[in-house]
């Protein structure tokens, strides 16, 4: 048993931390407030690489570990919510599905530039009749000729009004079941294919949210990514590793939420004494703390099995369950230890609520993550 | 070019230090550590320079284990090796002491130019950078916020801000350059250079490999001593003066005059 991290884990910790702390926190009120993709942002977080960390060096990768990856994430998150929930997007669901699905040649021409961050990459899934169940899918891919003809829609596609390229679940064989569906990649400006920005979300505002539209959207054959009857499960595979990381982003959000209220209820004077004399605060305080720590041991524990090559089916879901409601308690505290400043939306705290419910919700509610915890219990 | 960076491992700026029970030196515990601010301006300097010139760029630290972490940092920003500097007979040294040790290790290379910060954030003392220069026979140029180098003539033109007016200086290499907030804007390390960073050379020297005998170094070798070490004292509240203008103005300026002696 070693809890301790590695150098290398610790001096990309400190790094990023340092670097999102100075060039992405400061900026988050801002796109939030715009409902605005901040592609600044994502420019700066490409000078360092942020999003090959878990590439290997072949392709232009960090080549560290999903350990890694989490620490990063969670320090991402605890600067900008919205801008975590884009990156991993960007990485764990589009580029890590060309990663463990593509040939040479896509690799080549999507995931090297993806991890670079001279493209932008999405993930669609999620039909406006089938979320959670997923399989139910509707969106049909037709091979005529030398090309693939798409039609259906997506929601909810993170991305879906910016990015360069997209990789979209569809059928293939409806006799097939979810044997049946394969994945597809396709390039912004390919006639046939449009998205429509969704306003107006709860939180992460900052991150871009749209409904996909293909109609008679002709792609070439050559862009079907992976086996043909193998999308649905290589997307399975995509989301068992994002669980990861919005566990890791869940956590940081919970983190900044934590840190917010310990400075403010030392600061803020009631009864003339700083309200963090009141047992009532400092016991939220310190649910908080346990919380959030044993979420992220969950986390990272997902992530340490992950990198030993060992099945994290249960965990990832386990750690993904508990620390997106680690962090829907350790903001709800936040607003209420800020009081009615916390509810104004003067400080960060506001938006911190906002942004966590997305954790129960997106790779999957924390109904579903029950569900797989539970089949995995009655099955052993 | 051959360019060498000095650099120390200081307590981060946000961290609360205490002063250790013997009153005479920064408890380290819980305490975060961090490159100190002004040698990441020498760092990347050092980095420019070989971009631009070839070369390589070795960071040498004196200091316990922990400085490995520091050291590290530096290579993952660009540098090519580092070596740490260390022996139990270290405790203690003081700026000339430390100068002492870093020109033993420094007299082993090959170096064109020596960079340094021009203080530590943690004792600022300013003089580790100057005790080198003289140990080392070198021209030196301190506090430097731009600097032009030409290998091949073997000169260096430094600008130095001074009081109300620029100094521009210039000096023959090898030399003893401290930098200053302005030279440069210093890069965070990538990611991948982080990871590559644990294949490059890190080397350890101690007292025998440098040649030093354990009375020239650490308190026994140190021409000044730290006698005691204390937290300044905590800020008094403020005072709000209420009431008439007129009286309320009379009072502060009696106030100042009287109890903060600042008119
Ligand atoms: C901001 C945002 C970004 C997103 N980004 C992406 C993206 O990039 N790509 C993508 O493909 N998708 C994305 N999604 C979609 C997300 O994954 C889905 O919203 C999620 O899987 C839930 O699907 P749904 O919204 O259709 O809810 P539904 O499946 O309709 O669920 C409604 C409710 O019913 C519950 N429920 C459903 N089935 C069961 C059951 N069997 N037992 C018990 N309870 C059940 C659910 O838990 C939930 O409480 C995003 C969503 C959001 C909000």
């Known amino acids: 048993m070693d809890f301790d991290l590695t150098e290398d884990q610790k001096l990309i910790q400190q790094t990023v931390r340092e670097f999102v702390q100075k060039e992405v926190a400061p900026y988050a009120a801002y796109y939030d407030e715009r409902e605005e993709f901040p592609e600044e942002i994502f420019r700066k977080l490409a000078l360092i690489n942020f999003f090959g960390i878990i590439f290997p060096e072949e392709w232009g990768g960090v080549g560290a570990d999903y350990v890694t990856y989490a620490l990063a994430m969670e320090e991402l998150a605890a600067a900008d919510g919205s801008v975590a929930l884009s990156a991993l997007a960007h990485i764990s669901l589009c580029s890590n599905h060309i990663y463990l699905a593509g040939n040479e040649e896509q690799k080549r021409k999507y995931l090297v530039p993806l991890i670079q961050g001279e493209l932008l990459g999405a993930w669609g899934l999620t039909e406006p009749n089938s979320g959670s169940d997923a399989k139910s899918l509707r969106t ?18 993170t991305q879906g009004t910016v990015c360069d390229v997209v990789v979209v679940m569809a059928i293939t064989d409806k006799t097939k079941g979810h044997h049946g569906i394969s994945a597809f990649l396709v390039e912004r400006g390919t006639p046939g294919f449009s998205s429509v920005k969704l306003r107006n979300k709860l939180g992460m505002r900052g991150s871009d949210t749209a409904e996909l539209i293909f109609e008679n959207c002709r792609i070439p054959k050559e862009n079907l990514l992976g086996q043909e009857g193998q999308g649905f499960i290589d997307s399975l595979r ?123 919700i997106g790779e999957g509610t924390s109904e579903i993550h029950r569900m797989v915890i539970a089949h995995q219990l009655l099955k052993e | 070019m051959n360019i060498i960076v000095c650099i120390k491992q200081v307590p981060d700026t946000t961290t609360k230090v205490r002063v250790g029970k013997d009153g005479k030196h920064i408890d380290p515990g819980g305490v975060k550590f961090i490159v100190n601010t002004y040698d990441d301006f020498a760092v990347e300097e050092a980095i420019r ?34 070596i740490q500097l260390w022996d139990p007979a270290f405790e203690d040294s003081d700026p000339y002491t430390t100068a002492l040790i870093l020109s033993k290790a420094i007299q082993q290379l090959p170096y064109d130019i020596i960079f340094c910060g021009k203080q530590a954030i943690d004792r600022d003392t300013m003089s580790v950078p100057v005790y080198l220069a003289e140990l080392l026979g070198l021209p030196q140029a301190t506090l430097v916020v731009k600097l032009e180098v030409d290998p091949n003539a073997r000169k260096f033109i430094a600008y130095r801000d001074i009081e109300g007016a620029k100094e521009v200086i210039e000096g023959l290499l090898p030399a003893v350059i401290s930098t200053q907030w302005k030279l440069n804007e210093p890069r965070y390390p990538t990611l991948p250079n982080i990871m590559k960073a644990k294949k490059k050379e890190l080397k350890e020297l101690n007292a025998a490999a440098l040649g030093l005998d354990s009375a020239q170094v650490g308190e026994k070798g140190s021409r000044v001593k730290v006698l005691s070490m204390e937290l300044p004292p905590p800020r008094s509240k403020g005072k709000i003066l209420k009431g008439d203008p007129r009286e309320v103005c009379r009072e502060l300026v009696r106030l100042l005059r009287e109890e903060a002696k600042v008119i």
């Not at chain 1, 049909?140 to 596609?157: I, P, Q, R, Y």
């Not at chain 1, 919380?291 to 249960?314: C, F, H, Q, V």
């Not at chain 2, 070369?55 to 580092?82: Q, Y």
């Open chain 1, 140 to 157: 049909t891919a037709v091979l005529d000729g030398s090309e693939w003809v798409l039609n259906g829609s997506k929601m909810f596609t």
């Open chain 1, 238 to 360: 995509v989301l068992e590793g994002g669980r990861i990381g919005i566990s890791a982003l869940a956590v940081g959000i919970g983190r900044a939420a934590l840190e917010e209220s310990i400075k403010y209820s030392k600061q803020r004077v009631q009864f003339g004494r700083p309200i963090a004399d009141f047992q009532a605060i400092q016991w939220m305080l310190a649910d908080s703390e346990v919380e959030l720590e044993a979420a992220r041991m969950l986390t990272l524990r997902a992530a340490y099995l992950k990198d030993r090559g060992l099945p994290i089916k249960k965990e990832a879901s386990m750690a993904k369950l508990y620390s997106s409601r680690a962090c829907v308690h350790a903001v709800d505290r936040a607003v209420q230890i800020h009081g009615g400043y916390g509810y104004m939306g003067e400080y960060p705290v506001s938006r911190y609520y906002r942004d966590a419910k997305l954790c129960e």
């Open chain 2, 49 to 82: 320079l070989k971009e631009r010139f070839g070369g390589e760029v070795t960071v040498i630290s004196m200091g316990p284990e922990r400085v490995k972490e520091a050291l590290r940092m530096c290579l993952a920003m660009g540098a090519d090796k580092a």
